[in-house]
Each structure stands twice: as C-alpha cells, then as structure tokens.
C-alpha cells in the first residue's frame, strides 16, 4: 500500500510542477506572512518656516516624509527619520544629519517649555536664527512630548546606539531582528499660498483747538515670530507691546473724553501686521497715507512715532534711535520726559538712548521705527533689549512666563507718564517730575495681564492670521470701544514680484508605524526560497526518500 502511495505522489508532483506551488506555497505564506504594519501612535507635528522673503527663500522646503526613524547616534542617517530631543539637541548634530542627506528631522519638545533649564532655552533661542537662515531641502518638524513618543524615541535611541559597539554580524543579526519605526505624514507637498493678505489696524483720538494740530502715533505689531509657526506664541514680543498700546488707548480716551483734559494733540494709534517680516503692514500704510491721498494725519504735522516692542519684563528701557533728536524738538521734548519720569517715578529703572542708523543694504531693518525713518517721519522704538539681534524677538521659546505683568503694567505706567507731560507741556508749566497723571488704581494691571493671556493662548504668526482671524476681530473691538474712526487696511504682495510668500502645511499629523526594517524582509525572503527549494526537492524525489526512509525503519530478518 505505501509504494502504492508513494508513486501516486512521485507521478502527481513530477507530471504537474505549478501544482506544488498551488498546494505549498499558500500554506508557507500564512505561516510565514508577518502581521500588517501597526500604528504605534498619531501626534501632531509643526514644520519648520518656509517663506520667501524679497525673492530669498527661507526655511525647510519640503513637507512630504515616510522613512525609517533613527536618532543622531545612528552610524547611517541617509534617508532616514532623525529624532532629536531639545534636552539634547545641538547644532553640530542638527547639520551632521543635514549633511548626510537625511529623510527628515524631527525635534521633540517638552509639554512645558517654561520649565526647561535656562541654558538650554537660551542655547536653542540663539540657534533659531541659524537654522532659518538659509533654505534646507530636508523636512524639520516640531512635535510635544508625550508618553507615546518618549517610548518610541526611546526605543529608537536603544537601537541607534547599539549598532556602534558590535560586530558586523551582530549589527546584520540585531538590524534584522529588531523592531523599527516608520515616520509618516499625512499631508501633501507644501505650495505657495496665492493673495494672503496682512490685516493692520488704525485708530484715533482726535485733538481740540484747530485744524494743523501735531501728532503722535503710537505703534506696536502684533505677529509673533519662531522657527515653527504653530508654536510662535510671541508673549514678549510683541504681546507686551500690543498691551500697552491698548492700555495707553484706553487711558487717554479717558482723558480726551472731558474738556479740561481733551489736549491739543491728535493721537493716531496703529497695530500692524507683518511686522516680524520687515514690517510689511506698516510700509504698506505709510505708502497709502502718503502716496496715495490727500489728506492724513502723516502728511500735515507729525510731532512723532512711538513704536512699543518688548516691554514686558527687565528693570531697563532703552529708546532706540536712527537719528538722535534735536534739542526743542517734540522727539526731545519725550526723551527728556522719559528720563525725568524714570527718574523721578521709578528709579529701579535704568533708563537710555541707543542710536543706530538704518543700514539699508540688510534684508531685514532692525526696529520698526525705522520704516518711518525710511520716509523722513521722526521715530523711535521703546524696548526693555539693548539690541534688535537678540533672540527672544524671534523665538518659539517666548511663551507667557516671560512677561511679568507688573513690569509690563510698571513700563506702561511710566510711558503714559511721559506722554501726558508732552501732550500737556507740564514741565514747561513747572510741574514737578514726581508728579503723577495717572494713579495706581488708573493703569489696570488686571486687563493688561488678561490681554497678555488672550494673545499667547494662541499662534499669531502672520501665515496664520487672515483678515477672518479671531485676533484681527477682537483686535478690532477693542480699539473700537476706545479709539474713534477703527478701520482696517490690507497688503497683498504683487503678483509679478512679491516682497513676501507664504507657504501652507505648516501643521500636519504624523503617524509612527512599528515595522520590521527592510533587510528583514530580504533574510524573510532567503528562508522562504530555501524552504521551497528544499521541499521542492524532496516532492521531485519522493520514490527515493521513501525507499531510503522504508529501508532504514524496516526491520532486520533473522538468518537462521
């Protein structure tokens, strides 16, 4: 009966050879078929900028990522996911993997970003600039820490690290065995977005007493900047500044409100927008105020412009110039108050003058007065920084901690002290610098601190606020209830040769896939051919295995 059997099988297998593949192979694939790929976690990620700034590209150009995971200690990163953690990052590290021609980076944050040590918030503060400074072909993206993606970097952080101290067989054997994570995006290519446009505000408090009365403007953008938009908080810059513009609109509507106290001053108060992309908003308002009408407050007699940036903490004021102002003029007249009331007032402030001229051929002006000085209208910035190049003006790491309030409330205090006593001449009068305009209980700590929260609950970088904006509306309201004549003005870059470019997939989800790296599936595929070479072998052959097998397991006759 078994050679019966045997030579069914022989002549079934040998006549009919795809028949072994229809019998065998199904049943190799289930058992040997590895499970579908597993989502290990979903989080979202915040991509580096991109914009084009008059013609110069900026930022990461790319959005797209589906690669391997490895961190920086990994021998290989070409084409490969680098995950860093801020508590480790470096730029040497950052451009290693740059260099390598790595798939992407990406850059995990802390939950609490006002909790990480000092030196490294300054340390990564400083390097933003860098990494914005030229394009970079790689996509870099931004994530929060969370349990889910501690584990994974973690895991990714063990493999990497290993590869280094083992043998090449060890390193084959440990690549092929060890689980891996496959990083990808779920949005497209990023693309330039056509006719964004840049909301500003204006509003006023007209003077009493004549037609040719001065003016001054009071100025304060309201855009954050950082190398990610979506984390671009901007508590100190420019959310103090904006603060205080609001608090000082509030308090001399108060005063422009009754008769004895309604100055002979217009006061033209206005919120720009763009203002961390070389002040788009603002130059755009000043070509329409002064190029293109014929009647406005900055075309008859400005007395001068007060832009407010970076207020909100430090013990110091620093009234940055681009020319120093002549003695007798209105622009004197604030410095010497300032320094009396700072003086007088406050003297835990330290109080001074930075002039520095506008440099023409930089790409990017250093303070926003000097768009005014551009066009001959006497300005200046007021800033608690000593210089426009340091990094908190630019950074994700500007969150609401950085402001104090009462510093901020302090400042505000002591600038609507100065501005009242040129508005009102009282030094000319023979009042005495200690003498206060505005009590305590006047400057509301309260309100200025609620602004302060509202601004940085939320990203105001300028690809994300449109003239829909909740920013831009609440904005709005606001110097509605105390300014007169609130309107909007907008910039639209030219469609020929834009100033500005914006580009969209700033924020996207990711999801990190747990998956077997590539070289698996070769030794998967070897063991699978051997397999069927092996059993292929044995079908073709079976009269003589079982003739072998029948001859080694049939029992021996005893020769009598």
């Known amino acids: 009966m078994f050679e019966e059997a045997s030579e069914v099988f022989d002549n079934m297998f040998k006549s009919s050879f795809p028949l072994t593949f229809i019998v065998f192979i199904p049943a190799v694939l289930i058992l040997v078929s590895p499970l579908p790929a597993e989502a290990a976690h979903e989080f979202t990620v915040y991509r580096m900028q991109q914009y084009d700034l008059q013609g110069q590209p900026y930022g990461t150009r790319n959005a797209i990522l589906n690669t391997e995971a490895r961190t920086v200690e990994a021998e290989v990163l070409s084409r490969r996911c680098v995950i860093m953690r801020l508590a480790e990052f470096s730029y040497e590290e950052y451009q290693k993997a740059l260099r390598q021609s790595a798939g992407a980076v990406v850059i995990i944050l802390p939950k609490n970003m006002s909790a990480m040590p000092q030196d490294i918030v300054q340390q990564f503060m400083e390097l933003e600039p860098e990494m914005l400074a030229t394009e970079t072909i790689v996509p870099v993206y931004f994530a929060m820490e969370d349990d889910e993606l501690l584990s994974i970097y973690t895991q990714t952080l063990t493999s990497s690290s290993s590869q280094g101290s083992l043998s090449a067989a060890e390193v084959l054997l440990h690549t092929a065995t060890a689980n891996g994570f496959q990083m990808v995006t779920s949005g497209a290519q990023s693309k330039a977005v056509s006719d964004w446009a840049i909301t500003s505000l204006e509003g006023r408090l007209a003077g009493v007493g004549g037609e040719d009365l001065p003016t001054i403007v009071v100025v304060a953008h309201y855009d954050s900047f950082g190398v990610a938009p979506w984390l671009s908080y901007g508590a100190d810059s420019n959310g103090s500044g904006v603060s205080m513009l609001l608090e000082l609109a509030r308090l001399f509507s108060k005063l422009y409100t009754y008769k004895r106290t309604h100055a002979g001053y217009n006061l033209l108060f206005f919120v720009s927008g763009g203002g961390k992309f070389n002040y788009q908003g603002t ?8 190029d293109h009408t014929d009647s406005s407050l900055l075309q008859d007699n400005v007395a001068f412009v007060l832009c407010l940036d970076t207020l909100g903490n430090g013990d110091s004021l620093h009234l940055h110039v681009s020319k120093p102002p002549k003695e007798g003029s209105p622009q004197f007249s604030l410095l010497k108050e300032l320094e009396l009331v700072a003086a007088s007032q406050y003297p835990e402030v330290k109080f001074s003058m930075v002039h520095k001229k506008i440099n023409l051929a930089d790409d990017m002006l250093a303070w926003e007065h000097e768009r005014f000085g551009i ?5 200046f910035t007021l800033s608690h920084l000593p210089s426009h190049r340091l990094a908190q003006r630019f950074s994700i790491m500007d969150v609401r901690p950085h402001v104090d309030v009462k510093k901020l409330s302090r400042n505000t205090k002591l600038v609507a002290e100065a501005l009242a006593r040129v508005i ?12 206060q305009i505005f009590t305590e209980q006047m400057v509301q700590d309260e309100q200025q601190s609620a602004v302060v929260d509202w601004l940085t609950a939320q990203p105001r970088a300028a690809q994300l606020v449109d003239k829909d904006s909740s ?5 709005e309201y606001h110097l509605g209830h105390y300014l007169k004549d609130v309107k909007r003005h907008y910039v639209k870059a030219d469609k020929r040769d834009p100033e500005f470019v914006f580009y969209d997939q700033l924020k996207q989800t990711m999801n990190a896939y747990r998956v077997k790296p590539a070289i698996f599936d070769l030794l998967l595929a070897v063991c699978i051919a051997a397999y069927l070479g092996m059993m292929y072998l044995a079908i073709q052959n079976f009269g003589v295995f079982y003739s072998v ?3 080694i397991t049939q029992p021996k006759t005893k020769v009598n």
């Open 424 to 435: 009102y001449n009282l030094t000319d009068k023979g009042a005495p610098g200690d003498l």
């Open 549 to 551: 097998v029948r001859r």
């Open 375 to 379: 066009r001959r209208l006497p300005a």
């Open 471 to 475: 920013v831009v509306s609440t904005l």
């Open 283 to 290: 130059k755009r308002w000043l070509e329409d105020n002064l």
